[in-house]
């Protein structure tokens, strides 16, 4: 299943499941839903969640299905990651973690409502133009931004900046290159499609330096941080990434990159096509499913991994925090970076974790979860300091 049913189409694909007519992708979605829901009913129960996916559904998957429903909650875990998650976003806020190693998990719909609680962070950024000039991107920022130089740049009101070429002179090779810049803040996210076309999903707390038309025999960008880049194909005019001390060079595919500066390493992830990524030390090859680490060092080698679930690595693209047995730490960054606030780290215990949460979740939530399902206290002070208090 390439993208998220909508309810009628939902019911068709529960029908088809109890005719025995699914495909395979429809039984692992509606079996995986079944078992993230099963976890809400232990008491026999209906909780609203299965009252919003009808309870009469509910109950003849439950009796399709059989009585295995816990013995299959791990192994399931790969297929109802995106499924559930999605799910929760249009059901209303369900959510789901569980300690790796443990068989503790809690899901909510709901949190009581914390006084210091923070909001997810949306789309905004700044655009820096090539005349030193700042645009803030926003809600309330007009939809003409600049139309210059045979250059439009405009925004859509989803959080998309859009580069678009009126006229040849806007691709001369003699003129000089104008550079613009566009920098998300903690809290912050944004999409830009690029003058050739290619579209790039910035996550929080980064950056990305481009040229406002690509000229010559190349089309280099710099990137700080984390982004999704789908890029548009030109075999004459290869597309190259430079982040920190690595560089990636691609015709036209789709990958991910996070190389944060506080994250100590770089991960760039291959979705579609191939890529070639090189530093000073090393240089590699990319397969689809592949992803390329390496420290942030001149003297760092890169080394491949082949056994990555790219839906964790994208899953922020898609509006979800998603874990496969992600340690504590690597958790609570991202939740920094979205939520633009300060954690203290002295504290924190050696826990790794499996779920999935929507990122457009408050703050008390998540960490509600995490609390639940670590045995663990949190607790957020004024200035948006969040502390790990202790370990039950």
């Given at each position: 299943?390439?993208?998220?049913?909508?309810?009628?189409?939902?019911?068709?694909?529960?029908?088809?499941?109890?005719?025995?007519?699914?495909?395979?992708?429809?039984?692992?979605?509606?079996?995986?839903?079944?078992?993230?829901?099963?976890?809400?009913?232990?008491?026999?129960?209906?909780?609203?969640?299965?009252?919003?996916?009808?309870?009469?559904?509910?109950?003849?998957?439950?009796?399709?299905?059989?009585?295995?429903?816990?013995?299959?909650?791990?192994?399931?875990?790969?297929?109802?990651?995106?499924?559930?998650?999605?799910?929760?976003?249009?059901?209303?806020?369900?959510?789901?973690?569980?300690?790796?190693?443990?068989?503790?998990?809690?899901?909510?719909?709901?949190?009581?409502?914390?006084?210091?609680?923070?909001?997810?962070?949306?789309?905004?950024?700044?655009?820096?133009?090539?005349?030193?000039?700042?645009?803030?991107?926003?809600?309330?920022?007009?939809?003409?931004?600049?139309?210059?130089?045979?250059?439009?740049?405009?925004?859509?009101?989803?959080?998309?900046?859009?580069?678009?070429?009126?006229?040849?002179?806007?691709?001369?090779?003699?003129?000089?290159?104008?550079?613009?810049?566009?920098?998300?803040?903690?809290?912050?996210?944004?999409?830009?499609?690029?003058?050739?076309?290619?579209?790039?999903?910035?996550?929080?707390?980064?950056?990305l330096k481009y040229p406002e038309a690509f000229v010559g025999k190349q089309r280099l960008v710099v990137l700080t941080g984390e982004a999704y880049f789908e890029v548009a194909k030109n075999k004459s005019m290869p597309f190259r990434v430079q982040s920190q001390n690595q560089h990636v060079e691609v015709l036209g595919t789709h990958f991910n990159i996070n190389s944060y500066l506080d994250d100590k390493t770089i991960k760039t992830t291959l979705l579609e096509g191939s890529i070639q990524i090189s530093n000073s030390k090393s240089s590699k090859i990319l397969?689809?499913?592949?992803?390329?680490?390496?420290?942030?060092?001149?003297?760092?080698?890169?080394?491949?991994?082949?056994?990555?679930?790219?839906?964790?690595?994208?899953?922020?693209?898609?509006?979800?925090?998603?874990?496969?047995?992600?340690?504590?730490?690597?958790?609570?960054?991202?939740?920094?970076?979205?939520?633009?606030?300060?954690?203290?780290?002295?504290?924190?215990?050696?826990?790794?974790?499996?779920?999935?949460?929507?990122?457009?979740?408050?703050?008390?939530?998540?960490?509600?979860?995490?609390?639940?399902?670590?045995?663990?206290?949190?607790?957020?002070?004024?200035?948006?300091?969040?502390?790990?208090?202790?370990?039950?």
């Amino acid at each position: 299943m390439n993208s998220f049913p909508n309810r009628k189409d939902l019911e068709k694909i529960i029908e088809r499941y109890l005719s025995g007519t699914a495909n395979v992708d429809e039984i692992k979605f509606v079996e995986g839903y079944y078992n993230f829901l099963g976890e809400k009913n232990e008491d026999g129960n209906p909780s609203e969640e299965i009252k919003d996916f009808e309870a009469s559904n509910f109950k003849a998957i439950q009796a399709k299905i059989g009585s295995t429903r816990k013995s299959k909650i791990k192994p399931l875990f790969k297929y109802i990651s995106v499924a559930a998650a999605l799910l929760a976003i249009v059901f209303g806020g369900v959510y789901y973690f569980q300690v790796q190693n443990s068989s503790t998990t809690a899901s909510f719909a709901q949190t009581k409502k914390n006084s210091l609680d923070i909001l997810p962070g949306k789309n905004k950024a700044t655009l820096t133009l090539a005349d030193g000039s700042i645009v803030i991107l926003d809600e309330n920022t007009s939809s003409d931004i600049s139309d210059q130089d045979g250059i439009k740049i405009s925004k859509e009101k989803d959080g998309q900046l859009i580069y678009t070429i009126l006229n040849s002179k806007a691709l001369d090779a003699d003129k000089s290159i104008a550079f613009n810049t566009i920098s998300t803040p903690k809290g912050g996210q944004y999409q830009v499609i690029l003058p050739d076309g290619t579209k790039v999903w910035l996550n929080a707390a980064s950056s990305l330096k481009y040229p406002e038309a690509f000229v010559g025999k190349q089309r280099l960008v710099v990137l700080t941080g984390e982004a999704y880049f789908e890029v548009a194909k030109n075999k004459s005019m290869p597309f190259r990434v430079q982040s920190q001390n690595q560089h990636v060079e691609v015709l036209g595919t789709h990958f991910n990159i996070n190389s944060y500066l506080d994250d100590k390493t770089i991960k760039t992830t291959l979705l579609e096509g191939s890529i070639q990524i090189s530093n000073s030390k090393s240089s590699k090859i990319l397969k689809p499913g592949e992803q390329a680490v390496s420290g942030i060092g001149e003297q760092s080698s890169i080394k491949v991994a082949t056994d990555v679930d790219t839906d964790d690595e994208t899953a922020w693209k898609n509006g979800l925090f998603q874990f496969n047995d992600s340690e504590l730490k690597v958790i609570l960054n991202q939740l920094e970076r979205w939520y633009d606030i300060k954690i203290d780290y002295s504290n924190i215990p050696a826990k790794r974790y499996n779920g999935m949460v929507s990122r457009t979740s408050k703050l008390s939530e998540v960490l509600k979860m995490l609390e639940k399902t670590g045995n663990i206290k949190f607790e957020l002070e004024e200035g948006r300091k969040l502390k790990i208090l202790s370990q039950q």
